[in-house]
């Protein structure tokens, strides 16, 4: 099993920045892939960026350029950095991690960008 504790949401300006964390309960690096997902009202939770176990990233369009998803193997904390922050990303933010044999899930941090 894996418990997922994510942080740093909240509300922005637009052109702003945000810094989201994702703590894992076990070594990230036994994880298949773990990945930030969000969700708006009326709206399909997307894919927003995944890091693989060997490093490797992969970003949706909207947010190529914009977001960055890193980690820190030593505190098992995945992250995802995004700038130049627009309206349409208003969303929650769910930290999501694949072991090849299960799927979880944190609970998700709201993410505002109004002025």
């Known amino acids: 099993q894996v418990q997922l504790v994510e942080s740093g949401g909240g509300l922005v300006q637009p052109g702003g920045s945000l810094r989201l964390s994702c703590a894992a309960s076990?070594?990230?690096?036994?994880?298949?892939?773990m990945g930030w997902y969000r969700q708006s009202p009326g709206k399909q939770r997307e894919l927003v960026a995944v890091?693989?176990?060997?490093?490797?990233?992969n970003y949706a369009d909207s947010v190529k350029g914009r977001f960055t998803i890193s980690r820190d193997i030593a505190k098992n904390t995945v992250y995802l950095q995004m700038n130049r922050l627009n309206p349409e990303d208003t969303a929650v933010y769910h930290c999501?991690?694949?072991?090849?044999?299960?799927?979880?899930w944190g609970q998700g941090t709201q993410v505002t960008v109004s002025s």
């Open positions: 890091i693989t176990s060997l490093g490797t990233t």
């Open positions: 076990r070594n990230i690096l036994t994880i298949k892939t």
């Open positions: 999501n991690a694949e072991t090849g044999v299960s799927g979880y």
